[in-house]
């Protein structure tokens, strides 16, 4: 496959007017995938955009309306709305194409362009490939004419949409009342839907992170920043707490005592609820390389399965597409749960948390750890240029901390695809190894990329 020149693991995303995240460049993505999703027919086209709360929204969406209406495709305005909602608002109004606006967990300065089919999956490498292979053309080319602009609407009930369906994820026989929720919403996509949805099925809700400005989106705040949560659960003694990132793909909770658990422990926990009712499909859980070996072996011990794939819950979606599994997920948060939707969703992961949690008789904390996790150290590394990994000296201490950690643990290094960091992770029983080969590894990267 060709090497993409806009896009990375997760769509297109970079510091907001600074190449690839543009007017230009959201100008001629709205022209290319306008193209391509266009079918030959007499039928009208459309697309769905929304967007989190970054000042930067501002610049992308008109641009990327442009593009898309000088194409002749219909366009509609979603508005702040989670990336999972954009997704369903795709299927669910029948659109050819969904664009979601954000840059997930990253700081307000960073924008980004996600892109989902009519089936409200995210695109494949090799559709993105197809892009920017027009990206690059004449773009004069296939301009529609004067009255067969595309038409751009507002769709003012996209929020009460998502909410209903979010609502019906939840078990219709229980309810959420009696239990203090903490939300932090990160001041992103989820500050207005994910207190409703939770108020709407009886919670008493605490709300952190419900009032973005342009600039403060997961700013000391949301999944990333996890002490402001656990901070209004020990103060408002809440049952639970729930942090959304940005674009409310991705969630961390903590217990009734503040104390934060990650991904792997929310999937191990709904893996656990869902086969003891015989709803999890596929014999297991699909997760990425950086899951914690404890999971691994808390899924055997139940005899299920744990298949690992590359970083991104787009492989993981992939995965579990193949092997008809219904939960999958990353370390960081995201949970897909695709008998409810087509992405990672921090909603509706926490529902299912909720779920278990109503239906026991014992409090969060003795519920969140299902499992000890082997000892973990991630360290990133950033780098302004290079290729730091293929350096002689990175490579060789690379190869002696795999060599120390055969048959005790796991070492995984890898330059991120969203941001200039080398993300250096190793697992293993032996805490003190771990710690000292990530340092090794980090030193040997630091050097080369200074």
């Known amino acids: 496959m060709s090497k993409r020149a806009y896009f990375g693991t997760d769509g297109i995303r970079g510091q907001a ?64 709305m989670p990336t999972p909602g954009v997704a369903m608002m795709t299927r669910s109004l029948r659109a050819d194409l969904g664009v979601m606006i954000s840059a997930s967990h990253n700081a307000y300065i960073d924008n980004g362009i996600k892109l989902f089919g009519p089936d409200g999956y995210k695109l494949s490498d090799e559709r993105e490939v197809e892009i920017e292979a027009l990206m690059d053309q004449g773009l004069a080319d296939g301009l529609a004419g004067p009255t067969a602009l595309g038409r751009v609407a507002r769709v003012d009930d996209s929020q009460a949409r998502y909410v209903e369906i979010a609502k019906a994820t939840f078990p219709r026989r229980l309810s959420l009342a009696g239990l203090r929720v903490v939300i932090d919403c990160a001041h992103g996509a989820a500050y207005k839907v994910a207190p409703v949805v939770l108020y709407e099925l009886g919670a008493e809700v605490v709300k952190v992170g419900v009032e973005p400005n342009g600039s403060n989106i997961n700013e000391e705040c949301g999944s990333t920043h996890p002490e402001a949560m656990a901070r209004a659960v020990k103060e408002y003694r809440a ?29 191990a926990l709904i893996a656990a609820d869902w086969a003891g009712r015989g709803k999890l499909r596929g014999g297991g859980v699909v997760a990425t390389v950086m899951s914690n070996l404890g999971l691994e072996r808390f899924l055997a011990q139940r005899e299920l399965t744990l298949e690992r794939t590359a970083v991104g819950d787009r492989a993981v979606m992939v995965r579990m597409r193949e092997g008809d599994f219904n939960l999958g997920g990353e370390q960081s948060g995201h949970i897909i749960l695709s008998d409810f939707s087509t992405t990672g969703d921090g909603l509706l992961a926490a529902l299912q948390v909720l779920t278990v949690l109503r239906q026991s008789d014992q409090p969060m904390s003795a519920l969140a750890r299902q499992f000890e996790p082997v000892p973990q150290k991630l360290e990133n590394v950033r780098f302004l240029g290079g290729k730091p990994l293929e350096n002689a000296e990175v490579m060789a201490s690379i190869a002696e901390a795999e060599h120390r950690l055969n048959g005790s643990g796991r070492l995984l290094v890898r330059a991120s695809g969203t941001e200039p960091l080398i993300r250096i992770m190793a697992e293993g029983d032996d805490e003190k190894l771990v710690a000292q080969v990530v340092r090794e590894i980090a030193g040997a990267v630091k050097k080369a990329a200074a």
């Open 17 to 80: 007017n600074r190449f690839p995240m543009t007017a230009e460049v959201a100008l001629r993505v709205g022209m290319a995938a306008g193209k391509l999703f266009m079918s030959k027919d007499d039928r009208r086209h459309l697309v769905v955009i929304g967007k989190d709360t970054r000042l930067s929204g501002y610049m992308i969406e008109p641009a990327l309306v442009a593009g898309f209406a000088s194409v002749g495709m219909d366009v509609r305005l979603l508005g702040p």
């Open 239 to 267: 049952d639970i707490g729930i942090a959304l990132d940005g674009d409310a793909d991705r969630l961390v909770i903590c217990d009734e005592k503040g104390q934060v658990v990650d991904g792997d422990q929310i999937m």
